[in-house]
């Protein structure tokens, strides 16, 4: 089975507005950058903790773990989660590769030309959104790299990389510590220390994160029906489809449409 990312259908880069963020545990191979339009959250990355608030932007590369703590009630909150792969950075793409920020928080002051261009991805409209999206996103960083203080990565053990390549790869199969152990010669049970040490993350959860990710770009950029969606991401049931949903999200796959769509109206058309 092809994984759906490389359809062209499914934009480079997924940008929306969200009023809330995923609070267990997750990795996925894109950077996630989080912009705090509104309110405050917690950010778990790696293990680190952060606060973010309005005006911060949360910078979180591939394959880091990562979740989000707050509260729901919190009318302020509104979040532009924006996920993208690496490429989509053009020449500022091996900077992001080959080293990290000293911290993953930035702050931007509000009406600054960062500032400006996040918050004009939120209303892009068209038919040439993702050109819109990309050009905004690479000027806003453009700007902010001269203020970043890097440091070269720690390059990950790379057998722990080549076992989270491989599972980016193959996640809408049937994959298990004997399938990758087979493909990669690997011993399985070094397979799952090795996951365990470098993610704090079990096989099961990494590619429930993955499969759950895409699941939710096609549940909002897409019409598919949820059960085509279930199969298309890996799942042999949409039983077990809608728990893992739950688990990551705290909504079943129909709610998590739905919200989405009402956040979309309220955010091109004004809260009602």
Not at 42 to 50: R, S
Request: proline share 4%; with cysteine.
């Amino acid at each position: 089975m092809n994984i759906m990312y490389e359809n062209k259908k499914i934009p480079i880069i997924d940008c929306f507005t969200a009023y809330g963020l995923v609070d267990a545990p997750h990795i996925h191979k894109e950077i996630e950058l989080i912009y705090v339009v509104g309110g405050t959250a917690g950010a778990t990355v790696g293990n680190e903790n952060y606060t973010i608030e309005s005006g911060d932007l949360l910078v979180v590369s591939p394959y880091q773990t990562h979740h989000y703590i707050f509260n729901p009630q919190d009318c302020s909150n509104e979040f532009l989660v924006m996920i993208f792969p690496t490429h989509s950075l053009s020449e500022m793409e091996e900077l992001f590769t080959m080293n990290d920020m000293e911290s993953p928080v930035i702050h931007i002051e509000k009406g600054s030309l960062p500032d400006q261009f996040f918050r004009a991805m939120q209303s892009v409209q068209g038919p040439y959104v993702q050109t819109q999206i990309c050009s905004y996103l690479n000027l806003a960083l453009s700007y902010l790299i001269p203020t970043i203080n890097w440091k070269e990565r720690k390059p990950m053990e790379n057998t722990a990389e080549s076992i989270l390549q491989y599972c980016s790869r193959h996640f809408t199969e049937n994959i298990t510590l004997d399938t990758i152990s087979a493909d990669l010669h690997l011993n399985k049970y070094y397979i799952s220390h090795t996951i365990n040490k470098y993610t704090n993350m079990n096989l099961n959860t990494i590619i429930n994160s993955f499969r759950i990710e895409l699941a939710c770009r096609l549940l909002h950029l897409t019409d598919k029906k949820i059960a085509h969606i279930a199969q298309d991401v890996g799942y042999d049931s949409l039983r077990s489809f809608n728990r893992a949903f739950m688990t990551l999200n705290q909504l079943t796959p129909m709610e998590y449409r739905k919200q989405f769509k009402k956040q979309t109206m309220i955010t091109e058309y004004g809260t009602p």
